[in-house]
């Protein structure tokens, strides 16, 4: 019986790891459309059935692996200024290649 649960953990932690991961994609995408945490937390539930509580933790841990980039958009949304699409999209690019090369380097 302990074979099965644990590689039923196995799977899980996968199918958990590749979910978060979609749920990245998604908040990435809001930010594109320069959508506030709330707004991408709303339009995820309504649209892709992701509970708010889920959006919001992953978001989070975005904000705290890359704050700078966070930083600048809040407060190009504080300014009311909205950045470009194409300078958003510009910075999630960098924000993934940083965080890709961060893991490279571990």
Same mark, same amino acid.
Request: proline share 1%.
């Given at each position: 019986?302990?074979?099965?649960?644990?590689?039923?953990s196995?799977?899980?932690?996968?199918?958990?790891?590749?979910?978060?991961h979609?749920?990245?994609?998604?908040?990435? +995408?809001?930010l594109?459309?320069? #959508?506030?945490? !709330? *707004?991408?937390? $709303?339009?995820?539930? %309504?649209h892709?059935?992701?509970?708010?509580?889920?959006?919001?933790?992953?978001?989070?841990?975005?904000?705290?692996?890359?704050?700078?980039?966070?930083?600048?958009?809040a407060?190009? +949304?504080?300014?009311?200024d909205? #950045?470009?699409? !194409? *300078?958003?999209? $510009?910075?999630?690019? %960098?924000?993934?290649?940083?965080?890709?090369?961060?893991?490279?380097?571990?």
């Amino acid at each position: 019986m302990g074979d099965s649960s644990s590689s039923r953990s196995s799977s899980s932690s996968a199918s958990a790891a590749s979910y978060v991961h979609m749920v990245q994609h998604l908040i990435e +995408k809001c930010l594109t459309f320069h #959508m506030t945490k !709330e *707004e991408c937390m $709303e339009a995820l539930s %309504k649209h892709a059935n992701i509970k708010p509580v889920i959006t919001s933790t992953v978001w989070n841990e975005l904000e705290k692996e890359n704050k700078e980039f966070f930083e600048a958009y809040a407060e190009s +949304k504080s300014k009311g200024d909205r #950045m470009s699409e !194409e *300078e958003t999209s $510009e910075m999630i690019q %960098k924000m993934i290649f940083d965080n890709s090369s961060s893991k490279d380097a571990d």
